[in-house]
């Protein structure tokens, strides 16, 4: 992405937890909130604290907050909100309404039952998220989620950004080989 978009400033702000890149006026904020009903302080920390002063630090900024937040805020985000009460986490309540940035999939899809995360010992759920300033959200074309080779679904979303320079697209043809490992397909 270095070669096609013009980020600057990519910074650590918690290791493996949290990073930021700017491209133009916007703040790119890539998270990885701490997993499991066991980490429910810590990640109600993370997002008190960590999530919570890196916005206010960059308050002027038209923030784009993406990653895994291995939590829920509503229960149609759990499938028939089996768990729910274990998965919100009322810190990202609170920095979703003092932030004023909102949930790209559920701005577009308000009552869609689509989830990310599928396990079979844990309900599915839709923990990897994108989140907006307010005022970007009229610029998203879409958001879907799409499958991948991990427990986790990926979630894509298309937003016309104005006032970035002109990204150009370097398209390269590379030679590449890759084998399907045989034994997941007997999982």
């Given at each position: 992405w270095?070669?096609?978009l013009?980020?600057?400033?990519?910074f650590?702000?918690?290791?493996?937890?949290?990073?930021?890149?700017?491209l133009?006026?916007?703040?790119?904020?890539?998270?990885?909130a701490?997993?499991?009903?066991d980490?429910k302080?810590?990640?109600?920390?993370?997002?008190?604290i960590d999530?919570?002063?890196?916005?206010?630090l960059?308050?002027?900024s038209?923030?784009?907050v993406?990653?895994?937040?291995?939590?829920?805020l509503?229960?149609?985000?759990?499938e028939?909100?089996?768990?729910?009460?274990?998965?919100?986490c009322p810190?990202l309540t609170?920095?979703?309404?003092?932030?004023n940035?909102?949930d790209?999939?559920r701005?577009?899809?308000?009552?869609?039952?689509?989830?990310?995360?599928?396990?079979?010992s844990?309900a599915?759920?839709r923990l990897?998220?994108?989140y907006?300033?307010?005022d970007l959200l009229?610029r998203v074309?879409m958001v879907?989620?799409?499958?991948?080779?991990s427990d986790?679904?990926g979630?894509?979303?298309?937003i016309v950004?104005q006032?970035v320079?002109?990204?150009f697209?370097?398209?390269t043809?590379?030679?590449?080989?890759?084998?399907?490992?045989?034994?997941?397909l007997?999982?």
């Amino acid at each position: 992405w270095r070669s096609t978009l013009p980020v600057r400033e990519v910074f650590t702000i918690v290791p493996c937890r949290m990073q930021c890149a700017f491209l133009g006026a916007y703040a790119i904020l890539n998270i990885y909130a701490p997993s499991g009903s066991d980490k429910k302080f810590e990640r109600g920390s993370f997002f008190a604290i960590d999530v919570f002063q890196t916005l206010a630090l960059h308050d002027s900024s038209h923030w784009i907050v993406g990653g895994d937040f291995n939590c829920v805020l509503k229960p149609i985000d759990v499938e028939n909100g089996t768990g729910f009460l274990q998965k919100k986490c009322p810190q990202l309540t609170d920095l979703v309404k003092s932030k004023n940035i909102q949930d790209v999939f559920r701005h577009l899809h308000p009552n869609a039952h689509e989830y990310t995360f599928f396990r079979t010992s844990a309900a599915p759920s839709r923990l990897d998220m994108f989140y907006l300033s307010f005022d970007l959200l009229h610029r998203v074309n879409m958001v879907e989620h799409v499958a991948s080779l991990s427990d986790h679904c990926g979630v894509v979303f298309e937003i016309v950004l104005q006032d970035v320079a002109n990204p150009f697209v370097k398209k390269t043809s590379h030679e590449t080989y890759w084998k399907l490992n045989a034994s997941i397909l007997k999982d």
